[in-house]
């Protein structure tokens, strides 16, 4: 699957843009604060509808606009094309594939579902587990068909549990729902298992390649190791219902990178996180790949930045080893490492032309 053309209306500093994609490579190239970062965002969120920059719908509207729109055309086999649509305002977002109605904003990334590597994607190590969660489980979406029934099944669960721990709630009430979180959660917890043990051999490899260091994964699920999720749960009971919220389970699960034995965040530079974090993202891109060959898309964003030469060859090789749509942003048209892009765009002040093509 690829994206083969895009409509823009004021999304961010885009007032307007009408692009047709390359199937392999398309480069964007533009000074600093010219839009590059915006047309990737209006990408990725044609495929997650959601920013990777930020949580406020109100920031994507450009100024003096009620909304913004997006159309994508995704093309996949066999000859078949699939139109993505959202149209989004300060408040919300309404979303629309083939024509219809979405159910959620899950459904887009069955048919464009696109990675980020961007400068800020060494936060995927150094900020909190929610990061990491939301990492880790868009990887599971990808191998385990029914991981996004099992995932709303343990939220929808978690929320009533909750609800029911509140003060002056009967203190049985919440003992109704733990038969679903415990038969979800453990679910959840055997798919992100699953999933790591596909994900620890590959990102080792990377690791090694990037930086020369042994690295592997930490997986916490939640509770504490030793215990299992019922008995956990039912030790964690009491506690719960004097603070009104549940304390262990799925929602609480984190994944760590370590490298060389140590956890990444606390000893290894800026420059070396992006590394480890944007060989995180390749790896899951090489699962999905595998799975369904064609179907992925890498968004790269300035990725010379905090890299010397020899780190961001190092970077750009596993990246061509991926069969994969690529979408990138550089100040100049010579990035090395890449080759020729099939499509080239020169961005500036909100503006997006396309480059003659050759011959």
Known sequence: MT??????????????????????????????????????????????GRSFRTRRLDRLVR????????????????????????????????????????????ELALHFPPQIIDPEIHKLLEEGPQRRRRFLDWG?????????????????????????????????????????????????????????????????DYGRRLLGVEVALAYQPGWAHGETFPEALARSTERDRRFGVTHVGAHRADVGV?????????????????????????????????????????????????????RLGLLLELVRELRVQLFVTALRADLPGLGAPGRMFHVEQGRIEAAAEPG
């Not at 053309?5 to 604060?33: H, K, S, T």
């Not at 093309?75 to 149209?87: D, K, N, Q, Y």
């Open 258 to 310: 370590r490298a060389d034995g140590h956890l990444a965040r606390e000893r290894v530079s800026r420059g070396q996180q992006k590394l480890l974090a944007a060989a995180l993202t390749l790896a899951q891109l090489a699962i999905q790949e595998a799975r369904a060959p064609g179907s992925g898309a890498l968004l790269l964003d300035d990725p010379a930045a905090e890299l010397d030469g020899h």
């Open 63 to 106: 100024q003096g606009q009620d909304g913004f729109r997006l159309v994508g055309w995704v093309e996949g086999p066999p000859a078949r094309t699939t139109v993505l649509g959202i149209g989004g305002t300060r408040q919300g977002t309404e979303i629309r594939i083939g024509g219809a109605a979405a159910g959620s904003a899950a």
């Open 140 to 204: 599971v979406f990808h191998v385990e068909p029914s991981f996004l029934e099992v995932w709303q099944r343990y939220h929808r669960a978690l929320r009533q549990r909750n609800a029911a721990l509140k003060p002056g709630s009967d203190p049985r009430a919440s003992a109704v729902w733990d038969p679903e979180l415990l038969a979800a959660g453990s679910a959840l917890d055997e798919m992100r298992r699953r999933y790591l043990a596909l994900l620890g051999p590959l990102l080792a």
């Open 3 to 48: 994206l083969a053309r895009i409509e823009i209306d004021e999304f961010r500093c885009l007032e307007r843009a009408r692009l047709r994609f390359d199937p392999q490579y398309n480069l964007f190239v533009g000074p600093n604060a010219s839009g590059k970062t915006s047309l990737l965002e209006a990408i990725f969120f044609l495929g997650r």
